[in-house]
Nanobody, 115 residues
Framework: QVQLVESGGGLVQAGGSLRLSCAVS????????MGWYRQAPGKQRELVAS???????NYADSVKGRFTISRDNAKNTVYLQMNSLKPEDAAVYYC?????????WGQGTQVTVSS
């Protein structure tokens, strides 16, 4: 069993920055892929960014160059640095971990971007 707890969401003006954190209840070194997803009202949940155990990263086209995913294995934490935020980035952001053929999700953290 893996528990994921997100934090760091909030209200920010367009052009601003936020850093989301995802604290994981077990060593993330053994988790193959960690990712951040988001879901806006009326839309499907979408992948924002992912990072493999080897450190390879993948980003949605809409956030490339603005968002950075990273992981701190010593702290069992995954981060999402979000810069140059746009109103269309507003959503609930979810942390995800894929471990032993099971997807684990956090409860989500709200990001609101004012124009």
């Amino acid at each position: 069993q893996v528990q994921l707890v997100e934090s760091g969401g909030g209200l920010v003006q367009a052009g601003g920055s936020l850093r989301l954190s995802c604290a994981v209840s077990r060593s993330i070194f053994s988790i193959n892929v960690m990712g951040w997803y988001r879901q806006a009202p009326g839309k499907q949940r979408e992948l924002v960014a992912s990072i493999s155990r080897a450190g390879s990263t993948n980003y949605a086209d809409s956030v490339k160059g603005r968002f950075t995913i990273s992981r701190d294995n010593a702290k069992n934490t995954v981060y999402l640095q979000m810069n140059s935020l746009k109103p269309e980035d507003a959503a609930v952001y979810y942390c995800n971990g894929y471990f032993l053929n099971t997807n684990y999700w956090g409860q989500g953290t709200q990001v609101t971007v004012s124009s």
